[in-house]
């Protein structure tokens, strides 16, 4: 019947195999949606005739179940203990594998625990506890796959990875190198510098008195230590000013060498950068970086500056980071934050500055690093053609309990703004505003003088208000 009236089969095939495979609650949304196109597909599709309500009712219903299962199954009442909400809003929008209000989850937890407390400015269900601890921690705990900067490793930390390094070759005498290495207060850079001869002297002594040999494995595993600690020492001696790739362009052809970088700094158009890498593998997911890219935005927006976020490059102080990479799986991360932050977005801002962050936040960007790693990074342009002096909140975090949130990027860092300070705020936002144009303006008369206009320079001229906007047009630059 329906191949007959719509004349679509091979659609229709595809979509009844879609259906087939999607859980009741989003079949259900699925046809709200399909009744405001067809109800009489709708109808086939449900096999009854329902109205709007109805299927809202059936839609909540389905959903609640779906939650106070997962939470029947994670969690456990305990008074004594708490558990951050944003966990527990991550763990059901990861299981159930779309969006859920956190205020569907909130009814749902207080319904099934009624001993557990939660207040609308706090950021924990108190005397809840995870029913097994490691749902919570084994991800957390996960380290990253990198190599540590052995560069300038002091003797302590050097004497456990002397330890580490040792057990490989063979087991049981790493602990003879940690404890010789932390007698003689052995620092990576100085057991470096160590001769063949040198290295004997000092550890031989520990290896005769277990009764092992110093041998040629025991020499050439030394000798690889050496060697690596070098490699690190290059690396770090190699700072480089302009490894990483231009701002609003992609990458093309740019690798990234492992090496310590250190952005120029500049006026409010020369972007700034923000180095993330978390200590845990198991951290870095599309929630996180959409919940960090999300806060960026908002503080550069604010802050009336050019700026990215590199997800991959480690922050070692003074402004400078030293380009690590992520795992190669992180590919699947990059191919999935774009969605991750358009969802960050809705949920995020007010309605009327949605279209501002969409045009602010440009597009993930996925550069490949030495080694086979990556480095995910993310572009804000702050301009906006709605919002030009007005300081933007958002609600945060994107999961768990959220509040009104102004963040503004000051003195090279992102600070959060009181509620009391939003006047003071203010002013100095329209000075950085007005700061802003006047750069661009600056910039539009130097290029006239040069002749040239780069797409960049094309796109922060948007910015400008309609009288500067028609003077680049007479220069020629639009």
């Known amino acids: 019947m329906i191949e007959q009236t719509y004349n679509c089969e091979e659609q229709m095939h595809l979509l009844v ?27 086939f599709v449900q096999f009854r005739s329902q109205s709007d309500s109805d299927i809202d009712k059936a839609v909540k ?28 809003h991550i763990l059901i929008d990861e299981k159930r594998k779309c969006f859920t209000r956190f205020e569907s989850i909130k009814a749902c937890v207080m319904e ?22 490691s749902n919570c921690t084994k991800r957390e705990n996960e380290p ?38 932390l007698e003689e207060c052995i620092s ?31 020499r050439t595993a030394l000798s690889e230590i050496q060697k690596n600690i070098k490699r690190h020492m290059i690396r770090s001696s190699l700072e480089k000013n302009n490894i990483l790739r231009k701002f609003d362009t992609p990458p093309e052809t740019t690798v990234y060498t492992r090496c310590t970088v250190r952005p120029p700094s500049g ?41 990215t976020i590199h997800f991959g490059i480690k922050y070692v102080g003074n402004g400078n980071g030293e380009i690590v990479g992520l795992s190669n799986d992180a590919l699947i991360l990059g191919q999935n934050l774009n969605l991750e ?8 801002f007010e309605q009327a500055t949605v279209s501002v962050a969409e045009r602010c936040i440009l597009p993930v960007q996925i550069v490949p690093v030495e080694d086979n790693r990556l480095v995910l990074e993310v572009d804000v342009v702050s301009f906006s053609s709605h919002v030009q002096k007005e300081i933007i909140g958002i609600m945060f975090p994107p999961k768990g309990n959220q509040r009104k949130k102004y963040f503004v990027y000051r003195e090279n860092m992102i ?44 796109y922060q001229t948007w910015l400008l208000p309609l009288p500067l906007q028609l003077r680049c047009s007479t220069l020629g630059l639009l």
């Open 188 to 218: 990576s850079d100085v057991f470096a510098n160590l001769t063949p001869e040198q290295l004997e002297e000092i550890f031989s002594p520990k290896m005769k008195e277990a009764n092992i040999k110093f041998g040629y494995g025991i």
């Open 341 to 348: 932050i358009r969802h960050c977005i809705r949920y995020c």
């Open 415 to 458: 600070a959060t703004i009181e509620q009391s300070r939003l006047g003071t705020l203010q002013t100095d936002i329209e000075k950085l505003f007005l700061e802003r144009v006047h750069q661009l303006y600056s910039a539009a008369i130097y290029l006239d003088a040069h002749r040239t206009m780069t797409y960049e320079n094309m």
């Open 267 to 307: 006026n409010l158009l020369a972007p700034v950068h923000e180095f993330v890498l978390p200590r845990s593998k198991g951290r870095m997911t599309c929630t996180f970086m959409g919940k960090e890219v999300v806060r960026f935005a908002t503080a550069c927006i604010n802050g009336k500056k050019n700026d």
């Open 61 to 88: 219903e389905e959903e609640n179940t779906k939650i106070k299962s997962i939470v029947g199954s994670y969690f456990a009442s305990d008074t004594s203990k708490s558990v951050c909400c944003e966990d527990v």
């Open 144 to 181: 990253e796959d990198v190599d540590e900067n052995l560069s300038d490793m002091p003797s302590d930390k050097f004497s456990q990875y002397m330890n580490i390094q040792m057990e490989k070759c063979r087991t049981g005498i790493g602990s003879l190198f940690e404890t010789t290495t």
């Open 112 to 133: 099934m625990f009624p001993d557990v407390s939660f207040k609308e400015n706090d950021s924990q269900f108190h005397g809840l506890t995870w029913s097994d601890e």
């Open 17 to 43: 195999i879609y259906i087939i495979e999607q859980p009741k609650d989003k079949v259900l949304k699925f046809c709200v949606c399909l009744r405001k196109m067809n109800t009489l597909l709708a109808d």
